[in-house]
């Protein structure tokens, strides 16, 4: 294939656009550039072949009887290579990719996708369990979810979830909580990462200013779930985080007060584009299995 490092790619989609079309102006319209640019590329193409592919008549750009074979095989090449790129971007139905934060898939997700699978077995889920933002427009992620407040620039957000938070504790450190003020006895255990302080709370519970004193700081919330499950501390969670363990009855949520923090869960997706049935389908099926968590906190 050395031979095509002598003629230019652009001069060879020339020749073969204006045979195929017939016209220079058919050849530029599908190109996307000018007459006189399609001309010139034949032209310089005709010289790097150095052979006359078209006779130019008054009726037109003609096929000479030497340019009929190159433009027949060019015409297969080319389609192949469209075929190609076709097969590049064709994205597979049957595979849904999601881009998830580690905690919303260890905590929440992972222990519902049975149920996806009972409801769509042609559908085979890939996760991609990660704290970058992913934009679908530029990767092979169908689908994101993350939380913040809305605004990424470049994707499509959806809101799925307004976030709100909450003590949760050991259950034999609940026991000894009547109200809002005796969480201050407590030590808390603190997520270092996260977009909100335990006064966005206390001001719920008519305590601004207060704050548990801290126990441990860890760099991840699902590490600081189990610290609060294993009795070492309050945590203040949101429903996502807490949904399994409260149900489980591993941690408690004393007093039913919940402070919205702004934030809040988001589909993320391609920007401009149409999204595919697969992905509809996910979202639908997410927003049912959310609904079953707010139940829980209703």
Same mark, same amino acid.
């Given at each position: 294939?050395?031979?095509?490092?002598?003629?230019?790619?652009?001069?060879?989609?020339?020749?073969?656009?204006v045979?195929?079309?017939?016209?220079?102006?058919?050849?530029?319209?599908?190109?996307?550039?000018?007459?006189?640019?399609?001309?010139?590329?034949?032209?310089?193409?005709?010289?790097?072949?150095?052979?006359?592919?078209?006779?130019?008549?008054?009726?037109?750009?003609?096929?000479?009887?030497?340019?009929?074979?190159?433009?027949?095989?060019?015409?297969?090449?080319?389609?192949?290579?469209?075929?190609?790129?076709?097969?590049?971007?064709?994205?597979?139905?049957?595979?849904?990719?999601?881009?998830?934060?580690?905690?919303?898939?260890?905590?929440?997700?992972?222990?519902r996708?049975?149920?996806?699978? +009972?409801? &769509?077995?042609d559908?085979?889920?890939?996760? @991609? %369990?990660?704290?970058?933002?992913?934009? *679908?427009? $530029?990767?092979? #992620?169908?689908?994101?979810?993350?939380?913040?407040a809305?605004?990424?620039?470049g994707?499509?957000?959806?809101?799925?979830?307004?976030?709100?938070?909450?003590?949760?504790?050991?259950?034999?450190?609940?026991?000894?909580?009547?109200?809002?003020?005796?969480?201050?006895?407590?030590?808390?255990?603190?997520d270092?990462? +996260?977009? &909100?302080?335990?006064?966005?709370?206390?001001? @719920? %519970?008519?305590?601004?200013?207060?704050? *548990?004193? $801290?126990?441990? #700081?860890?760099?991840?919330?699902?590490?600081?779930?189990?610290?609060?499950?294993?009795?070492?501390?309050?945590?203040?969670?949101?429903?996502?985080?807490?949904?399994?363990?409260?149900?489980?009855?591993?941690?408690?949520?004393?007093?039913?007060?919940?402070?919205?923090?702004?934030?809040?869960?988001y589909?993320?997706? +391609?920007?401009?584009?149409?999204e595919?049935?697969?992905?509809?389908?996910?979202?639908?099926?997410?927003?049912?299995?959310?609904?079953?968590?707010?139940?829980?906190?209703?």
């Amino acid at each position: 294939m050395r031979n095509l490092n002598s003629v230019h790619l652009n001069g060879l989609r020339a020749l073969e656009a204006v045979g195929r079309l017939g016209s220079l102006q058919l050849a530029a319209e599908e190109l996307g550039v000018s007459i006189g640019a399609v001309s010139q590329q034949v032209i310089k193409a005709e010289g790097q072949l150095d052979r006359v592919i078209f006779e130019r008549t008054p009726k037109g750009m003609v096929v000479t009887e030497a340019g009929a074979p190159v433009l027949a095989a060019l015409t297969d090449g080319l389609t192949r290579m469209s075929e190609a790129v076709s097969i590049a971007q064709r994205r597979d139905d049957t595979t849904l990719t999601i881009s998830v934060a580690p905690v919303f898939a260890a905590r929440w997700l992972v222990w519902r996708l049975d149920r996806f699978a +009972a409801h &769509f077995p042609d559908i085979q889920l890939r996760l @991609e %369990a990660t704290t970058n933002l992913v934009n *679908p427009s $530029t990767s092979d #992620v169908d689908i994101g979810i993350r939380v913040g407040a809305g605004q990424w620039p470049g994707v499509r957000a959806e809101l799925l979830l307004a976030q709100e938070v909450f003590p949760v504790c050991a259950p034999q450190m609940a026991q000894d909580l009547k109200r809002p003020a005796d969480l201050l006895k407590l030590p808390a255990v603190i997520d270092g990462r +996260a977009m &909100f302080s335990w006064d966005v709370w206390m001001r @719920e %519970a008519g305590l601004p200013g207060s704050a *548990p004193a $801290t126990r441990h #700081v860890f760099n991840d919330a699902s590490l600081c779930l189990d610290a609060a499950i294993a009795g070492q501390g309050v945590m203040l969670a949101w429903q996502t985080l807490a949904d399994y363990s409260l149900q489980a009855g591993q941690l408690a949520a004393p007093f039913g007060i919940r402070a919205k923090t702004g934030f809040g869960h988001y589909f993320i997706t +391609a920007e401009g584009a149409r999204e595919p049935k697969k992905v509809r389908d996910f979202k639908a099926w997410i927003r049912e299995e959310m609904a079953g968590t707010l139940k829980l906190f209703s």
